[in-house]
């Protein structure tokens, strides 16, 4: 028998609270690249010891950091003086039976492919220096991988559903990063900050333009009002914010009369400035959330099979939403999932899914059900393994 524990959300509920603040970063901001070419790496490594060895070996890349480089821009065009540097740390396993695995090559031209596939402005050979100092992992590590054991004592942690705030700036930023672009000259490094007081919203938004497109700073300005009506419309529209008052504030840090305009070159922040790091961005919801319970740990690049710090929150967000989904009877849940390094994953030392009923009352034979659908996902641990090597859950 797991030990699993379902008891009742205790406190208001986040949408009864007089304020709350919830954040999310783009697919260019510095922390999110960090956090996307880790996760790449860890896949293709992945893929290429399974093709060449059967199976999976340990490994955590989740040690990537970003410096920052440095731009010289003005309206119409600019200069790189400083490439970004990104330095690719962690352990892997490069050699297994005799055998070597190009392991360097693997991470540089899983960091490069990702960057070209997600920047549309920034050259992963002109832009950008990768340099790979990823260690062999401690060899008492190398078959947990594939006992299928907790690597470490953690816990994951997810909830679902979104808040009204939160599913507002998720889809604010994923409008700006998918379909703002194709429409005004900006870059892939936006950042939403959204504060709720009361019955009001209040979006704060970050919008690098490109430089090479906007020719002068009433150029800019047009551009950056387009941007700010249509995500106005956009974020209005949204059922989530229903019967709320609503305001698109972007580049709160512009001012005309001193020169002051968010333009880059390369669409990113990383060009000049902002430095980044694998788990200083968004948490395993896609957002960050002070407001809510939340771990730590840095998913993006962890083994898919054995990490706590990966599977385990990927699997508390799968179950809470199956709660939901489920149950209508439940209105929000929250699964907290905490590991015994070298136990079974399957077998948490506690799982405990803490709910929130619509009626106000927790009856035995919903507390059964609930118990019955975070047993259910945690013996089909190994579907949660398969979506993360085939790419199919997004981890920020």
């Known amino acids: 028998m797991r030990n699993i ?51 999976a070996l340990h490994h955590n890349f989740d040690k990537v950091q970003l410096v920052a480089g440095e731009v010289s821009v003005r309206f119409g065009g600019g200069e790189l003086l400083k490439p970004i540097r990104i330095q690719i740390a962690g352990r892997g396993t490069p050699f297994y039976n005799g055998q070597a695995i190009p ?17 549309r402005y920034l050259d992963p050979v002109k832009h950008v220096i990768i340099d790979c100092f990823a260690g062999r992992g401690a060899s008492e590590l190398i078959d947990i ?8 004592t953690s816990f994951g942690v997810a909830h679902w559903p979104r808040s009204g705030l939160e599913e507002a700036v998720y889809q604010a930023t994923h409008y700006l990063n998918y379909e ?17 007081q009361g019955h009001q919203v209040i979006l704060t938004v970050a919008v690098p333009f490109i430089a090479t497109r906007v020719h002068d700073p009433a150029e800019y300005e047009e551009a950056k009002r387009g941007v700010q009506e249509a995500l106005q419309r956009f974020v209005s529209s949204l059922p989530a914010l229903e019967g709320r008052t609503v305001r698109v504030d972007v580049n709160t840090a512009d001012h005309a009369k001193r020169g002051d305009f968010y333009l880059t070159l390369t669409g990113t922040s990383a060009e000049m400035g902002d430095d980044g790091a694998v788990g200083r961005g968004n948490r395993i919801t896609g957002l960050i959330t002070p407001f809510r319970s939340t771990s730590l740990e840095a998913a993006a690049g962890k083994n898919p099979i054995s990490h706590v710090g990966k599977v385990y929150n990927v699997l508390a967000l799968e179950i809470a939403r199956d709660i939901v989904a489920r149950l209508p009877e439940i209105q929000e849940a929250t699964v907290y999932l905490l590991s015994q390094i070298g136990k079974p994953l399957d077998q948490p030392l506690i799982a405990n899914a803490a709910v929130r009923v619509r009626s106000g009352t927790l009856t035995p034979g919903l507390q059964e059900a609930v118990r019955a659908i975070v047993d259910e996902h945690l013996s089909n641990i190994h579907e949660v393994r398969r979506k993360i090597i085939a790419g199919e859950v997004a981890l920020f």
Not at 32 to 53: F, M, P, V
Not at 181 to 193: A, H, L, S, T
């Open 5 to 55: 524990v379902v008891s009742e959300a205790s406190g208001p509920s986040i949408e009864t609270l007089p304020v709350e603040i919830v954040e999310r970063k783009g697919i260019g901001h510095p922390d999110s690249l960090c956090d996307g070419i880790a996760e790449r790496i860890s896949r293709e490594y992945t893929r290429w010891c399974e093709e060449h060895l059967g199976g």
């Open 145 to 152: 991988v594939h006992q299928v054991t907790a690597n470490d």
């Open 103 to 119: 392991m360097e090559t693997i991470a540089i031209e899983a960091a490069r492919a990702y960057l070209r596939e997600t920047m």
């Open 180 to 196: 703002l672009i194709n429409q005004f000259p900006i870059g892939e490094d936006v950042k939403v900050m959204g504060l709720r």
